[in-house]
């Protein structure tokens, strides 16, 4: 059964600190893998996206990261914000035409002053 | 503004009243979804939908019905809600691709109250 695994399942760190959130996933046939940041009461907003040849991928203080091999991958928010306070949802999909993603429970992040 | 759009954002309801809520999305998607997002859980699939007339079940779908007779449209129907229906639902609408790499578009939640 495919399967997302996020880790830590909370985190609290101050403004300014850097940190990072993981994700495994057992999805195969793998085709792609993204990040989400859903704030409070609001709906998830893609992050990036991670594809099978990509092992590196920024968006501005967030950088992605995917080991395929170990089914691995990884966000690291670099000198964090109030506003980077949400929780960061890893959805992995499959290639051979499904289109049923597998959602990771997500990490919540709680960024203090 | 490209979005989509869900109505009513909350609800609260009484054990088998049915309701509807909808889904609709202006950015010409064909492929249109159905979560349910619970403490713990995160978010499962209820339905969805690759197009008009297409309707499939996602991971959770039991007490549920959808329909897609517009492309735009998506809604969730409740016939005899239930307690453990309380939730907060997202809809979800994306292009579709060979590789299904495009991004879903959340709407902004619908917060249901079974009492």
């Known amino acids: 059964k495919n399967q997302v695994e996020q880790s830590p399942q909370s985190l609290i760190i101050l403004e300014g600190k850097n940190c990072t959130l993981q994700?495994?996933?057992?999805?195969?046939?793998?085709?792609?893998l993204r990040w989400y940041k859903q704030d409070t009461g609001r709906g998830p907003v893609s992050l990036t996206i991670m594809t099978f040849s990509e092992n590196t991928k920024s968006n501005g203080r967030y950088t992605a990261t995917l080991d395929a091999d170990t089914k691995q991958s990884s966000l690291h928010i670099t000198a964090s914000q109030l506003s980077d306070s949400a929780s960061y949802i890893c959805?992995?999909?499959?290639?051979?035409?499904?289109?049923?993603?597998?959602f990771g429970r997500g990490t919540s992040l709680i960024v203090h002053p | 503004e490209a979005q989509v759009t869900q109505n009513p954002r909350y609800l609260i309801t009484v054990t088998g009243k049915k309701l509807t809520v909808t889904c609709s999305q202006n950015?010409?998607?064909?492929?249109m979804s159905w979560y349910r997002q619970d403490p713990g859980l995160g978010l499962r699939q209820i339905y969805y939908?690759?197009?008009?007339?297409?309707?499939d079940k996602g991971d959770v779908p039991e007490g549920y019905k959808v329909s897609r007779k517009e492309k735009r449209n998506f809604p969730l129907i409740l016939e005899s809600p239930s307690p453990n229906q309380t939730s907060l639902y997202f809809c979800?609408?994306?292009?579709?691709?060979?590789?299904?790499?495009?991004?879903?578009?959340f709407g902004p939640g619908t917060r249901l109250t079974v009492l």
């Open positions: 939908s690759m197009n008009v007339e297409v309707t």
């Open positions: 994700c495994n996933y057992t999805v195969s046939p793998f085709s792609n």
């Open positions: 959805v992995v999909r499959a290639s051979g035409g499904s289109y049923i993603p597998t």
């Open positions: 950015m010409n998607h064909e492929y």
């Open positions: 979800a609408s994306s292009l579709l691709g060979v590789l299904s790499y495009n991004e879903q578009f």
